[in-house]
Every structure is written in structure tokens, then in C-alpha cells.
């Protein structure tokens, strides 16, 4: 399956940009070879492409990087991939109509078609099913850096433009649970908001709480373009002689950078710690009494419940929440006079309430950090953005590239993020969500662009039986994802290196605009979605629906708006900044003394938050009102479904979670040789602890199954200390792949861990999901037991190709 050559140089000449004509070594007899050097950027970072005679052969890093990720490399390994969707394909019994064979998905053949097959197939589905059952699952925005190509604003912008809309997500994966309760606390979601510069944290902060944050790994990619500068901070952290204390089942990569002593917690169970502290805090009178009184509203409501006086009559001791985290009463005791005695920064995380109940988690960090006093001050309080895209550094101020506008959505109707499967599963189902009834509404098609529904969704075999549902599934996509081997109608599209886009470097520095200049000329049959959108719009409405959708503008007209609309052109006119690949603005001095909430703790009156009180919302009429049995008017510990403490563990006795992956955007880069870094026999690896696996008689390097009654899946031991006994941790993103896909409920023979997870929500109020609540076995396999190897991942077979 070598990728053709003549295909790859098609149309190669008039790619702008620094040319170089470098001789060959048979340069001496006349024949050169032309070299470019190309500026692009990713959400692996920013770089300069290497193109000979157009084609990619190496990736250099631009200087706006300050500790470049090895990611980067996988770009070449990408855009020629094996895996890469060559032409449109229609699924066999989809094409032939008669028997739409639904329950066939992701089992048989593909057809190759010509575009206009599969567009006139995509176009006349749209026209027939009513925007109010299409769904589409182009969550997100990871799939592309790009104001103007990025894949999810596109197709909501056609969607928007052409039907008036189409179903879409309510709240988030990423922060589903806090994006829906932090607003109500703290007037603001807390999450993507600007932190505390590293400046203001290394001069003032003693210990530093990570809180489940894996700074060093989650920073390594950034929703935009990242820079890797807090790299350079991280050792002056180290320097400063700050204490770090790591809350968090596995001693991550950077507990160990900074030496942090660690907290063994059980999973899910971080609310309960945070009440131990409180509890004691509270009798022992070392609480701060000035900081609740002056800035927090309704303490007098939630004390209590830590006593035990009134509801469940459990005093919150740090005795009761020792035989919960399994963390020693002692040590809570000695955790929380520190914090109080001390400058103390709790740096939250976001996997905690990516859990069961998860909302709670940010609510009691925020009452303890309340407790503690510290909100406000440089160096202390609490973040719960310090290990995303940046988290640290500060604003450059500047207005950098707005994007694409998707117009307005006319479909009231949306899914909350954890019950997409069940919306298709069972239409029409009332269920709570917000302090609202809805409706979940019935599903007739899937459109999927730009993201990975059957990687980022819990409960893979759950969902699958979903979409083996659905009258129709189109996916666009530039490679043979899980997802688009489970569509009938597949769009290949361009991938990033393919088209010229512009975008902004830093989501908190905001300092650098980059130019994505398209690096080779697009491979195969695939095209931009822009156009494959637009060549839908005119079968849609014609030319004046297509305009709507267009805009009227060319690529560069959008990206040179995009450009003037910034704050670059102060600093270079547009054609100069095309040709240079960026520019670049200085980090105002002043910028770096940024204290977060430090206005509010100023003044509170004038800055009062946009609360219901003003002020901090320890307890909350709002959230009381909705009078829910999994979510209360004030931070509360519920134990989870699935968890160490509780029953099930006996049949199940592991808590898996699954963090994100240190080498990858979630899936993105699993068809490249980055995988080779640290697969372990060509699976996702499972990491376990050293006892746990001796007990197991499992070794280091071997493939062992893990398995709920949700699914099983093949994964490779990598058995450590630094994951604490009773939990293992799979991270999130690996492509899945059924040993045997005409199997019901087949194993995964590559290790995608959303098999194991479950789709229950968070709770009747955010209905956000909960993939780290989950309780698996591991199994070591049997001498003669046969597994099917596995390597790297496959495409379908393709009739016609
Ligand atoms: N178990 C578990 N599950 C999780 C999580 C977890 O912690 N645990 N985390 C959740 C979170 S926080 C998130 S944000 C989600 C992430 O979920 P997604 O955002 O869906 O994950 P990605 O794998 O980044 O998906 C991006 C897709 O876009 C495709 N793509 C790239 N470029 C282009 C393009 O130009 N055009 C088109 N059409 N496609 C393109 C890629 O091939 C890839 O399939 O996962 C969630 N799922
Ligand atoms: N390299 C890389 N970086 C990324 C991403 C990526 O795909 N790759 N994705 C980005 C995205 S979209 C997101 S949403 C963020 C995610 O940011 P997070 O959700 O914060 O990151 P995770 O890696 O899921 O989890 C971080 C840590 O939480 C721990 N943890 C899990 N459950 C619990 C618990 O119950 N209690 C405690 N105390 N700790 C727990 C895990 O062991 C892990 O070490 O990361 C971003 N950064
Ligand atoms: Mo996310």
C-alpha cells in the first residue's frame, strides 16, 4: 500500500514560500532537486516543514518553541499514513440501497465511489431527515489548530447556514461536570480562565498541591499552538524550594520531576479527603474565620453537614474520610495544618470530575481553599488551569485571530455529553438536567467531523450498538479512524499539512500568530471539509445557499480578515507576515504580576463575583431548588456506583482510570511510529501496580485482558510503583480494534479503554460524563490461550480500490 508517488506531486508547483533550489548529489550532471522550508503549526507545537521536490521529509522546530515535544515528528509518519481515507467509500449494503443492513456497520466491505456518488448520497439524506434528528457529533476542536478549517466550527457553520442547524452537544467532555457548578460558585467557570503567573508562584507559594495535576504531561500540547514555556519555569519552581504534595493514584512524571511527596488516594474519593480536612479545620478553630465571613456566602448552611447535625448525621472526621481515601487520619490532620500554617496553592485537575459526582469535587476544593483562606493571595488559593494549554503564563493582551462564525443553531434540542448512545438508544426518554426536565431526542443520522466519537465516548460497545441503530452515519475524516470504519458514507478530507490556515500560539500567553502555510498539495482524492461542505451546500440550495455557507470568500480573504482583525498587522502588514510564518508579541512586565482573584479579595463590594450572593457560594438556593438526589445545595460525598470501598470491587477489584495520553492528542498520532515509544507489543500499555502484578503472576511487557461486564480489552503490562495497589490506569485515545468484528461485544485487541468505562453520568444535574468511574479485572491469559497479534491499526477492505 505505498502511498503513489505521482499522487503525492500532483500540482505541486505554487506553493508559496521560502524556496531553496539545493543541488542533489547528481547535482554535478543537472538534475536538482527543490527544497522549501514551509512554516505550519499543530496542536503538537509550531514548526518549519522540509519539502523536496513536494514532498515532506523533515520537521525543524520555529524558535517560538521553547522545549519542542517529539510529536511533532510523527507529522510526516501522519500525513503519508497507510491508514490515510484515499477516496470516498460508501459501506456495501448502504450503496446498494435496497437493505440498509444497519446492524452491518463496522463489518463489512466498503465500495469506492466517485465525489459525486457520495455527495449526491449525503446531500438527498439531508434534505429527507428533519435537522431535528441529525446529530452532529463534530465535538470539540481538537482535530485542527486553523481559524478557518477547523473541522467542528465548519460543520456547524454548514449546518447553521444550510438546515438552520442540527442536534449537538450540551456541555463538554473535557469539563462537563465544573463547566456546569463553578459558574454558580465563583461567577465563573474557573477552568480556562487565566491563572496565577508562574512569577507570582515562584516568589510567594510554599507548597504547591497537585491536586490529580499532571502538569508536565497535560502541558505538552495546547488547544491552539503551544509553546512550551513552562518547561523553562518548572526547574525554577524546583529552585525556589517549593513543596510539592501530589494527591493522585499514580506518582506522575511530574510528582517525580518535583520530588512531591505523594498521596496514595483512592480514586473518586478526593471529596471525602477534602471534608476530612474540613472537619478538622472547622473543630479546631484554625479555619480562617475573616476570609468566610467576608467573602463566602452561606457556610453557616454546610457546617452541618460536616458535623454530622442534620441530614446523613456523619461527622466528616478525618477518621471517617481515612476508611474512605485510605489516606491516614494523621496525615489528613498534618496535610490540613500545613495548608492553613502556609502558603498553599491547590492546583486542581479536571480528571476528578471526570468521575461520578464529579461536581462535587470542584465544590469542595473551592470551600476548602475558602477555609484555608488563601484565595486571592499570590501564590495561594486554588487553579484549576494550571496544567492546560500553558496554565501559568501570562496574557500578552493582544487580540489574536478570531475564527470562523458558525451562525446561529435553530435546533433547541441537544444531548447532554454523557447520554448520546442512550438519546439514540431509547428517543424520547425524559431525564433531568440542569434543574430542567428534557426530552432526549430521536436520532436518524450521525454526522461526525472532526472528532473521534467511538474513541472519546464511554462505553464503546454501548455505543456501538447505538449507531448499528442510526438510519445513516457520515464521518469526514483523513484516516481510517474506528469511528470511520463504522460509517456508511465516508468524506475523505485534508489534513492539516494540506491547506493554508492561520492560527494563534498560547491559549493563556496569546503572543504569536501563525501562519499554517499548506505544506504539500492534498494526497489521494481528499479535499478540504470547507469544500466538501460547500460542494453539499449548492446541492442543498444552490448557489445562494452555498454563498450563505461561503461567505462569498476565498481561503485567503478569510485568512487575511482573521489577520487584520488581530492586533498582528501593528506589528507587520499581512504579505510580510505570510512570508515570515509568524509574528511574535512581548509579554507586558505588568502581565506577569497577575494575582487570579486577587480584585476580589481587594474588594469584594466592587468586584463582587457573579454569583447569586456576590460572593463565594458555599451553599447555593439555586442548586438546593433543584431538589435532586445526587446533587445538593452545598458540596456533599456520594459514594460512587463503582469504586474501591464498595461492593462490586469484590467481583471487580480494580478502579481504572484513564488519563490522557502523554504522547498523543487523545487518538491522534496512534497511526504513527510515536507509538513505538511506548506500546508494548504493539497495545496501549495498562499500568499496574508491582504487588498487584506479582499476586497476578503477570510480568513486565507481557499482553494481559482487562474486563468488566461492559467489554474486554488486550493491553501490555507495564508494571511499576508508581501506581498505587488497586488501580490501574489505561490511558484515554487508542484506536479501537476488534480482534473479531463480527463478534457481539468482541474484545479490543489494541487496548481503547472507553470498552471498559461506563456511560453513567456524572449526576442528574450536569449529566456529564464519568469515564474515570470504573471498576475492571485483570487477567493474566493462559499458556495455550491464542491471541491474535497485533501491531498497528488497519483499514477496511475496500471493493473497487
Ligand atoms: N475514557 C476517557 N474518555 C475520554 C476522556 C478521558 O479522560 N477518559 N477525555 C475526554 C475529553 S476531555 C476529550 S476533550 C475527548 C476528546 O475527543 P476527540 O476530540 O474526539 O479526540 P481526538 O482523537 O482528538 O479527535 C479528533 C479527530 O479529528 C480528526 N481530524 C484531524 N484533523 C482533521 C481534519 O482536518 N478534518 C477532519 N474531518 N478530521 C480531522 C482526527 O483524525 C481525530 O479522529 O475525549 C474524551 N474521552
Ligand atoms: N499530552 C496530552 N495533554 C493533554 C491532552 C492529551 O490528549 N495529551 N488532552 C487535553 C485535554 S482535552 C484535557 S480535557 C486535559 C485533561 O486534564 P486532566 O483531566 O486533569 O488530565 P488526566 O490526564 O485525565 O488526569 C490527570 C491525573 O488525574 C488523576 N486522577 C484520576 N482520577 C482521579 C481521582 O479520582 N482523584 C485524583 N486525585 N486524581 C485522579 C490521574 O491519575 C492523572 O494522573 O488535558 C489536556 N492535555
Ligand atoms: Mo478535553
Known amino acids: 500500500m505505498a502511498i503513489s508517488r505521482r499522487n503525492m506531486l500532483k500540482g505541486t508547483a505554487g506553493v508559496a514560500s521560502l524556496s531553496v533550489l539545493g543541488s542533489s548529489p547528481l547535482g554535478a550532471v543537472g538534475v536538482f532537486k527543490k527544497t522549501e522550508m514551509i512554516p505550519h503549526a499543530t496542536h503538537f507545537g509550531p514548526f518549519i516543514a522540509k519539502v523536496e521536490d513536494g514532498i515532506m521529509k523533515d520537521v525543524i522546530s520555529q524558535k517560538t518553541d521553547a522545549n519542542p515535544s517529539i510529536m511533532v515528528k510523527g507529522m510526516i509518519d501522519r500525513v503519508y499514513s497507510d491508514t490515510r481515507v484515499k477516496y470516498p467509500c460508501v459501506r456495501k449494503s448502504y450503496l446498494e440501497g435496497k437493505k440498509n443492513n444497519r446492524e452491518k456497520r463496522g463489518k463489512e466491505e466498503f465500495v469506492r465511489v466517485s465525489w459525486d456518488v457520495a455527495l449526491d448520497l449525503v446531500a438527498k439524506k439531508l434534505k429527507e431527515i428533519p435537522r431535528e434528528n441529525i446529530y452532529n457529533g463534530s465535538y470539540g476542536g481538537w482535530g485542527h489548530v486553523g481559524r478557518l478549517h477547523n473541522s467542528n466550527i465548519v460543520a456547524g457553520r454548514f449546518f447553521n447556514t444550510t438546515l438552520g442547524g442540527a442536534v449537538g452537544t450540551d456541555g463538554e467532555y473535557s469539563n462537563g461536570a465544573a463547566g456546569r457548578v463553578n459558574p454558580t460558585i465563583m461567577g465563573d467557570m474557573e477552568v480556562y480562565s487565566l491563572q496565577t503567573s508562574h512569577e507570582e508562584m515562584i516568589a510567594n507559594c510554599k507548597v504547591y498541591v497537585l491536586w490529580g495535576t499532571d502538569l508536565y504531561k497535560c502541558n505538552k500540547i495546547d488547544y491552539v499552538v503551544p509553546n512550551h514555556v513552562n518547561d523553562i519555569y518548572y526547574p525554577k519552581y524546583k529552585k525556589a524550594g517549593i513543596k510539592f504534595i501530589s494527591i493522585d493514584p499514580i506518582y506522575t512524571e511530574t510528582a517525580q520531576m518535583f520530588d512531591a511527596d505523594w498521596i496514595k488516594i483512592r480514586p473518586n474519593t478526593d471529596v471525602a479527603l477534602m471534608l476530612g480536612m474540613m472537619y478538622y479545620l472547622y473543630t479546631s478553630g484554625k479555619y480562617d474565620k475573616k476570609f468566610i465571613e467576608k467573602y463566602t456566602d452561606g457556610f453557616d448552611k454546610f457546617i452541618p453537614y460536616v458535623l454530622g447535625k442534620g441530614e446523613d448525621n456523619i461527622p466528616k472526621t478525618p477518621e471517617w474520610a481515612e476508611k474512605i481515601t485510605e489516606v491516614p487520619a494523621n496525615k489528613i490532620k498534618e496535610l490540613a495544618d500545613l495548608f492553613v500554617s502556609t502558603r498553599t496553592f491547590l492546583a486542581g485537575n479536571w480528571a476528578m470530575q471526570r468521575a461520578q459526582h464529579g461536581e462535587q469535587a470542584d465544590w469542595a476544593l473551592i470551600t476548602l481553599a475558602s477555609m484555608i483562606g488563601q484565595v486571592g493571595l499570590p501564590g495561594g488559593g486554588f487553579g484549576f488551569s494550571m496544567h492546560y494549554s500553558g496554565g501559568g503564563q501570562a496574557n500578552s493582551g493582544y487580540r489574536t485571530t478570531p475564527g470562523l462564525s458558525q451562525g446561529r443553531n435553530r435546533v433547541e434540542t441537544s444531548i447532554p455529553a454523557s447520554r448520546v448512545s442512550e438519546a439514540i438508544l431509547n428517543p424520547g426518554k425524559e431525564i433531568n438536567f440542569k434543574g430542567r426536565k428534557i426530552k432526549l431526542p430521536k436520532i436518524d443520522m450521525v454526522y461526525v467531523c472532526g472528532a473521534s466519537l467511538l474513541g472519546h465516548h464511554p462505553n464503546t460497545n454501548e455505543l456501538i450498538e447505538a449507531l448499528r441503530k442510526v438510519d445513516t452515519v457520515v464521518v469526514h475524516e483523513p484516516w481510517w479512524t474506528p469511528l470511520a470504519k463504522m460509517a456508511d458514507i465516508i468524506f475523505p478530507s485534508t489534513c492539516t499539512l494540506e491547506r493554508d490556515d492561520i492560527t494563534s500560539g498560547g491559549t493563556y500567553s496569546r503572543n504569536v500568530i501563525y501562519a499554517m502555510k499548506k505544506v504539500i498539495e492534498p494526497i489521494y482524492e481528499s479535499k478540504d471539509d470547507f469544500e466538501i461542505f460547500r460542494l453539499l451546500a449548492n446541492r442543498l440550495g444552490g448557489e445562494k445557499v452555498e454563498r450563505r455557507y461561503t461567505g462569498g470568500k476565498t481561503y485567503m480573504e478569510w485568512i487575511k480578515g482573521f489577520y487584520e ?74 459514594e460512587p456506583a463503582e469504586w474501591l470501598g464498595g461492593k462490586e470491587a469484590k467481583k471487580y477489584p480494580f478502579h481504572l482510570v484513564s488519563p490522557h495520553p502523554r504522547y498523543r492528542v487523545h487518538s491522534q498520532l496512534d497511526n504513527t511510529w510515536i507509538r513505538d515509544i511506548y506500546k508494548i507489543q504493539g497495545r496501549e500499555p495498562v499500568m499496574i501496580n508491582d504487588k498487584d502484578a506479582q499476586k497476578l503472576g503477570i510480568k513486565h511487557g507481557e499482553v494481559v485482558e482487562v474486563f468488566n461486564d461492559r467489554g474486554r480489552v488486550l493491553v501490555g503490562a507495564f508494571v511499576t510503583p508508581n501506581i498505587r495497589t488497586g488501580v490501574v490506569a489505561i490511558q484515554e485515545g487508542a484506536w479501537y480494534d476488534p480482534e473479531d468484528r463480527q463478534a457481539k461485544k468482541p474484545r479490543c485487541n489494541a487496548g481503547h479503554v472507553n470498552v471498559l468505562t461506563s456511560s453513567r453520568p456524572t449526576s442528574e444535574m450536569a449529566q456529564a460524563i464519568s469515564a474515570n468511574t470504573a471498576l475492571v479485572n485483570v487477567r493474566k491469559l493462559d499458556k495455550n490461550e491464542v491471541v491474535t497479534p497485533y501491531k498497528s491499526t488497519s483499514v477496511p477492505d475496500i471493493i473497487g480500490a
Not at 506589528?571 to 507586558?588: A, L, Q, S, T, Y
Not at 447555593?620 to 458540596?635: I, M, Q, R, T
Open 565 to 638: 482583525k488581530s492586533d498582528g498587522p501593528v506589528f507587520k502588514e499581512f504579505d510580510k507576515f505570510w512570508k515570515d510564518g509568524f509574528v511574535e508579541f512581548d509579554i507586558p512586565e505588568e502581565a506577569r504580576k497577575y494575582v487570579r482573584h486577587a480584585e476580589f479579595r481587594a474588594d469584594p463590594i466592587e468586584n463582587k463575583l457573579a454569583t447569586e450572593s456576590g460572593k463565594i457560594q458555599i451553599y447555593s438556593e439555586k442548586f438546593a431548588s433543584y431538589n435532586l438526589p445526587d446533587f445538593k445545595g452545598h458540596p456533599t460525598w456520594f
